[in-house]
């Protein structure tokens, strides 16, 4: 499974994105989507999920902000980021878990908020 992110960049506070993840190769063995994101100097944090049925998951730090979503037909996933603050400035990358279990990652993408 390839996953390709895009739809980073720079925004200002209150902004808004969409990052995207299309995947690719044996996306049949796809289950669970999702995000996670890296800051400076801090681990890695799950900031949204979804399983192939739809049921999603947030970080209590972006609920009601973000909103995960995925397209089967398009082997994408997406994550719609409204209100942006200085504080989710990070890389975003996108995973994929698969059945067998093996977890992917995309090469993420940059996210800066910042006036």
């Known amino acids: 499974v390839q996953l390709v992110e895009s739809g980073g960049g720079l925004v200002q506070p209150g902004g808004s994105l969409r990052l995207s993840c299309a995947a690719s190769g044996n996306i049949f063995s796809i289950n669970n989507m999702g995000w996670y994101r890296q800051a400076p100097g801090k681990e890695r944090e799950l900031v949204a999920a979804?399983?192939?049925?739809?049921?999603?998951n947030y970080a209590d730090s972006v609920k009601g902000r973000f909103t995960i979503s995925r397209d089967n037909s398009k082997n994408t996933v997406y994550l719609q980021m409204n209100t942006l603050k200085p504080e989710d400035t990070a890389v975003y990358y996108c995973?994929?878990?698969?059945?067998?279990?093996?977890?992917?990652w995309g090469q993420g993408t940059q996210v800066t908020v910042s006036s």
């Open positions: 979804i399983t192939s049925g739809g049921n999603t």
């Open positions: 995973l994929a878990d698969t059945n067998p279990y093996y977890r992917f």
